[in-house]
Antibody
Framework: DVQLVQSGAEVKKPGESLKISCTSSGYSFTNYWIGWVRQMPGKGLEWMGIIFPSDYETKYSPAFQGQVTISADKSISTAYLQWSSLKASDTAMYYC????????????WGQGTLVTVSS | EIVLTQSPATLSLSPGERATLSCRAS??????LAWYQQKPGQAPRLLIY???NRATGIPARFSGSGSATDFTLTISSLEPEDFAVYYCQQRNIWPPAFGGGTMVEIK
């Protein structure tokens, strides 16, 4: 079975750094894009960016370019979403998801990682 | 950037009724449009891709239609588990985008 398992909820202070993870199993990790989607409390879905683990090609939505870093480690089938300096406005649920082609539709999703940024 | 506008924002219907959800793009996305369902506390689930193709395991009561700028998701007869929020997403032009969502609620 295809599974994407995300790291647990995080509570951070403004200005702190954070790296959350998404570990895939049940398929060939290097053959599919992994994307990240933000959902702020009570709001809709926002496309952040994608990475192709085979060659680490990364693409960002303009709204998130420079705000986050997407990376991956194909040796452990894991993708990451990273912040260098969190803001209160980064408080949200973050989903990773898998897709073919570029840009992809997402056919399998992780369970989500809740990030809370508060002083 | 392409903007996807979904309407209505909320649809109040009873089980067994037909639901018709709309997604309008600010410019043509050809047929590169998907629909997702999201229930409270859950990740989204892919329902329809390329405007009219059901994803694996999706019941036949869900159907999609449209092209260019106007798309429709139809649920032929609402089951209790179908009350949720529905999002469209385009992948024709970078950056990809989601619509704002339509909540289908029990009347």
């Amino acid at each position: 079975d295809v599974q994407l398992v995300q790291s647990g909820a995080e509570v951070k202070k403004p200005g702190e750094s954070l790296k959350i993870s998404c570990t895939s199993s049940g398929y060939s990790f290097t053959n599919y894009w992994i994307g990240w989607v933000r959902q702020m409390p009570g709001k809709g879905l926002e496309w952040m960016g994608i990475i192709f683990p085979s060659d680490y090609e990364t693409k960002y939505s303009p709204a998130f370019q420079g705000q986050v870093t997407i990376s991956a480690d194909k040796s452990i089938s894991t993708a990451y979403l990273q912040w260098s300096s969190l803001k209160a406005s980064d408080t949200a649920m973050y989903y990773c998801a898998r897709g073919e082609s570029t840009p992809p539709y997402f056919d399998y999703w992780g369970q989500g990682t809740l990030v809370t940024v508060s002083s | 950037e392409i903007v996807l506008t979904q309407s209505p924002a909320t649809l109040s219907l009873s089980p067994g009724e037909r639901a018709t959800l709309s997604c309008r793009a600010s410019q043509s996305v050809s047929t590169y449009l998907a629909w997702y369902q999201q229930k409270p506390g859950q990740a989204p689930r892919l329902l329809i891709y390329d405007a009219s193709n059901r994803a694996t395991g999706i019941p036949a009561r869900f159907s999609g239609s449209g092209s260019a700028t106007d798309f429709t998701l139809t649920i032929s007869s609402l089951e209790p588990e179908d009350f949720a929020v529905y999002y469209c997403q385009q992948r024709n032009i970078w950056p990809p985008a989601f619509g704002g969502g339509t909540m289908v609620e029990i009347k």
